[in-house]
């Protein structure tokens, strides 16, 4: 049986379900970008998406007519 978790909560301090993580995958690929990656390069990344983010137009939720 599969245990379902919500891993925000649950996993602030770290995996509470080991090998049997559903996002194991995930955590596999982070650890290795925290490995493979300068802070340096990791911050400007940031900083680049944070640019983009404010150029972008608004977007606009229109409620559906009924």
């Known amino acids: ?3 379902k978790i919500n ?9 509470v379900l080991g090998d049997k993580c559903p996002n ?3 955590r596999e690929a982070a650890a290795q970008f925290i490995e493979e990656t300068s802070l340096d390069q ?3 990344l940031a900083e680049e998406r944070l640019r983009r983010k404010f150029m972008e137009p608004p977007k606009w939720v229109l409620p559906d007519e009924e």
Request: aromatic share 6%; charged share 15%.
């Open 42 to 44: 990791m911050l400007a």
């Open 24 to 26: 194991i995958e995930f």
């Open 7 to 15: 891993c925000a909560e649950a996993c602030v301090n770290g995996c």
């Open 1 to 3: 049986m599969e245990q």
